[in-house]
């Protein structure tokens, strides 16, 4: 089945047309600063020359309206048809309580999403414009809705609940929820795939470093605890957020440095994080060149963020009650050879040893641990497109049939 996945934040759009028979990708792409004068799409159809077009995009149904557009063009095309794409596959940020698996969106999963902008009002609003905007333009398509948060759905309420009074999780659903659930997934079942074990025997814990970063501890197939809580603010250290901190911090920086709610949140979500104590870059590659370099807060930053994993590995260790592999993923996770190094030091007390050469340059899906350590420790590129493209293909299919 060919599926249109879409990504829609607040000014960008980005998409791949996957064909699932076989997992490929047939071509993939942006649409960037939607809203302004100089928009850009870049595409890149597969065995065809990528092109970028710069002009005005003003919203996400006209954004939209670009990449099918583009997806037919004669030259960088990839489908004679419309009718091609059988169905859209939506990356949807934050399902609430409501959704604990992948859905067809019908007009109660809309009304259900609107329900649930206030907890992620940043995220669901571009996602519901970017369902609307592919329903404008393919009315007869299937379209379905896949949750980061789904994954978790089913945390314990010790592991969900904030010790806070009960009445806020009742009136405003005041909870752990987690995210990156769909890359969490992906990559716990690649573990097991790799491994040849079943993946309801296993206990793993998936560490999947972007921009935004967190920790999952998988039991059998189920995600028992992550990193991330009602907002991806939570937990590890990531390129811009802060993670865990001590909650009166956020009422005495608002007094001494006379902010509101608007800037203390932005403090605490764009300025934080590496770039907030490196004062360098929110970005691993260019901290650790500076750190490479001498530079003493990329150093304090840089070890900030590996400490905070080390700590929630033994903490889900600990909360799993023993642990088979350990999966390092996401942009960071895949390539930083030293992240890696550091967060895995120390550990073979816990049966974890990294083989520090085969670190150095793993390929693809790798098993990167000492052969006498007890712990698997994997590289496994995510591929969070995919499982919205598989998820996608799985339901409209049983809708069907
Ligand atoms: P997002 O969360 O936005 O999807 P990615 O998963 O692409 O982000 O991760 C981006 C991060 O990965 C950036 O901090 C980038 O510097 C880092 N990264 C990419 N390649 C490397 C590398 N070779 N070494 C260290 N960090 C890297």
């Given amino acids: 089945?060919?599926?249109?996945?879409?990504?829609?934040?607040?000014?960008?759009?980005?998409?791949?047309?996957?064909?699932?028979?076989?997992?490929?990708?047939?071509?993939?792409?942006?649409?960037?600063?939607?809203?302004?004068?100089s928009a850009i799409l870049t595409h890149a159809p597969k065995d065809k020359e990528p092109i970028k077009?710069?002009?005005?995009?003003?919203?996400?149904?006209?954004?939209?309206?670009?990449?099918?557009?583009?997806?037919?063009?004669?030259?960088?095309?990839?489908?004679?048809?419309?009718?091609?794409?059988?169905?859209?596959?939506?990356r949807v940020v934050h399902g609430g309580e409501d959704f604990t698996g992948s859905v067809l969106i019908t007009d109660r999963v809309m009304s259900v999403l609107k329900e649930n902008i206030e907890l992620a009002p940043l995220h669901n609003p571009p996602n519901i414009k970017g369902i609307k905007a592919a329903k404008a333009h393919l009315p007869h398509t299937p379209q379905v809705g896949v949750f980061d948060t789904a994954f978790h759905s089913k945390m314990p309420p010790h592991a969900y609940l904030y010790g806070i009074p009960y009445e806020l999780y009742r009136k405003y659903?005041?909870?752990?929820?987690?995210?990156?659930?769909?890359?969490?997934?992906?990559?716990?079942?690649?573990?097991?795939?790799m491994l040849?074990?079943?993946?309801?025997?296993?206990?793993?814990?998936?560490?999947?470093?972007?921009?935004?970063?967190?920790?999952?501890?998988?039991?059998?197939?189920?995600?028992?605890?992550?990193?991330?809580?009602?907002?991806?603010?939570?937990?590890?250290?990531?390129?811009?957020?802060?993670g865990d901190l001590d909650?009166?911090?956020?009422?005495?920086?608002?007094?001494?440095?006379?902010?509101?709610?608007?800037?203390?949140n932005a403090l605490l979500n764009k300025h934080?994080?590496?770039?907030?104590?490196?004062?360098?870059?929110?970005?691993?590659?260019?901290?650790?060149?500076?750190v490479k370099e001498g530079d003493r807060r990329s150093k304090q930053a840089f070890d900030l963020f590996n400490y905070r994993i080390k700590k929630y590995i033994g903490a889900y260790i600990a909360a799993l009650g023993g642990l088979d592999a350990m999966v390092f993923t996401g942009g960071i996770g895949e390539n930083s050879v030293e992240v890696r190094k550091a967060v895995c030091s120390n550990m073979e007390y816990l049966g974890i040893e990294l083989d520090l050469e085969k670190n150095e340059k793993p390929v693809g899906m790798a098993d990167i641990s000492a052969e006498k350590s007890k712990v698997r420790v994997l590289r496994i590129p995510?591929?969070?497109?995919?499982?919205?493209?598989?998820?996608?293909?799985?339901?409209?299919?049983?809708?069907?049939?």
């Fill in 1 to 37: 089945m060919k599926v249109l996945v879409l990504n829609c934040g607040s000014s960008s759009i980005k998409y791949q047309f996957i064909d699932t028979e076989g997992e490929v990708t047939l071509a993939k792409g942006a649409v960037e600063r939607i809203g302004m004068s």
């Fill in 53 to 90: 077009i710069v002009g005005e995009i003003l919203d996400h149904t006209l954004a939209i309206e670009y990449v099918i557009a583009v997806l037919l063009s004669p030259n960088h095309g990839v489908i004679k048809d419309k009718n091609e794409i059988a169905a859209v596959g939506h």
């Fill in 173 to 193: 659903k005041i909870r752990r929820y987690g995210f990156h659930g769909t890359s969490h997934r992906f990559v716990a079942l690649k573990a097991a795939n």
């Fill in 196 to 242: 040849e074990r079943p993946y309801d025997e296993l206990k793993i814990i998936t560490i999947h470093l972007g921009n935004g970063a967190s920790v999952a501890a998988i039991d059998k197939g189920v995600s028992i605890d992550t990193s991330m809580g009602f907002t991806p603010l939570e937990g590890l250290l990531m390129g811009t957020r802060c």
């Fill in 247 to 264: 909650p009166s911090i956020i009422t005495y920086v608002m007094g001494k440095e006379g902010l509101d709610v608007r800037d203390m």
């Fill in 272 to 290: 934080s994080g590496l770039i907030g104590v490196s004062g360098e870059s929110s970005d691993m590659r260019e901290l650790e060149a500076a």
């Fill in 382 to 401: 995510t591929d969070e497109e995919l499982v919205i493209a598989m998820d996608t293909e799985k339901i409209v299919s049983e809708q069907l049939s």
